[in-house]
T-cell receptor, first 118, second 117 residues
Framework: GAVVSQHPSRVICKSGTSVKIECRSLDFQATTMFWYRQFPKQSLMLMATSNEGSKATYEQGVEKDKFLINHASLTLSTLTVTSAHPEDSSFYICSARDSWAVGNTEAFFGQGTRLTVV | AQKITQTQPGMFVQEKEAVTLDCTYDTSDQSYGLFWYKQPSSGEMIFLIY??????QNATEGRYSLNFQKARKSANLVISASQLGDSAMYFCAMRERRNTGFQKLVFGTGTRLLVSP
């Protein structure tokens, strides 16, 4: 099946610094990627939809200036958590769909990034 | 707005037995898709099975089958011959239709399955 690679898998950063998370589709092109956040023992909540070559679409309540998304190519989207604070500590996971897929609109997920802000 | 409900926070099953994980959904759309994902402790989301709203037959993928009852708006996951490696969180999700672009997935709260020897 299609592979989505997310890096890093774990990151610890100091409060006030910025952290960049990468999401790559390894064997397919993805015009659209999705960024989710998951708190412990909770479900996934969509943060934003990343569109190649255009601005991301953020869900209600998600701060655009805090969570910067860049989708510069058909295989790479990045999420930058700016001026991170302890409350930003969470599990972030991306997903992507093959742009050329028809029928089953399966979304493939990255391995996730566990962010801890100290 | 679409909603997914998983009423079982945790389920236990003995190895080699079958188990059913419940999922009900609410939508006013005629066309929609339902997914099941497995999330082991490592955190990755593993796609298991997909059911389209117009599919007449229940989806099956190896030991996974989806008991789709459209009138009841339920899409239960059945795992046959459980294995120890099946212990994980399981999420039911629905594809939410939007006017443009890929539709987002709306997830349920998940069910933690524990398979015992």
């Amino acid at each position: 099946g299609a592979v989505v690679s997310q890096h890093p898998s774990r990151v610890i950063c100091k409060s006030g610094t910025s952290v960049k998370i990468e999401c790559r589709s390894l064997d397919f092109q993805a015009t659209t990627m999705f960024w989710y956040r998951q708190f412990p023992k909770q479900s996934l909540m969509l943060m934003a939809t990343s569109n190649e070559g255009s601005k991301a679409t953020y869900e209600q309540g998600v701060e655009k200036d805090k969570f910067l998304i860049n989708h510069a190519s058909l295989t790479l989207s990045t999420l930058t958590v700016t001026s991170a604070h302890p409350e930003d500590s969470s599990f972030y996971i991306c997903s992507a769909r093959d742009s050329w897929a028809v029928g089953n609109t399966e979304a493939f997920f990255g391995q996730g990034t566990r962010l801890t802000v100290v | 707005a679409q909603k997914i409900t998983q009423t079982q926070p945790g389920m236990f099953v003995q190895e080699k037995e079958a188990v059913t994980l419940d999922c009900t959904y609410d939508t006013s759309d005629q066309s929609y898709g339902l997914f099941w994902y497995k999330q082991p402790s490592s955190g990755e989301m593993i796609f298991l099975i997909y059911q389209g709203s117009y599919d007449e037959q229940n989806a099956t993928e190896g030991r996974y089958s989806l008991n789709f009852q459209k009138a009841r708006k339920s899409a239960n996951l059945v795992i046959s011959a459980s294995q120890l490696g099946d212990s994980a969180m399981y999420f039911c999700a629905m594809r939410e239709r939007r006017n443009t672009g890929f539709q987002k997935l709306v997830f349920g709260t998940g069910t933690r399955l524990l398979v015992s020897p």
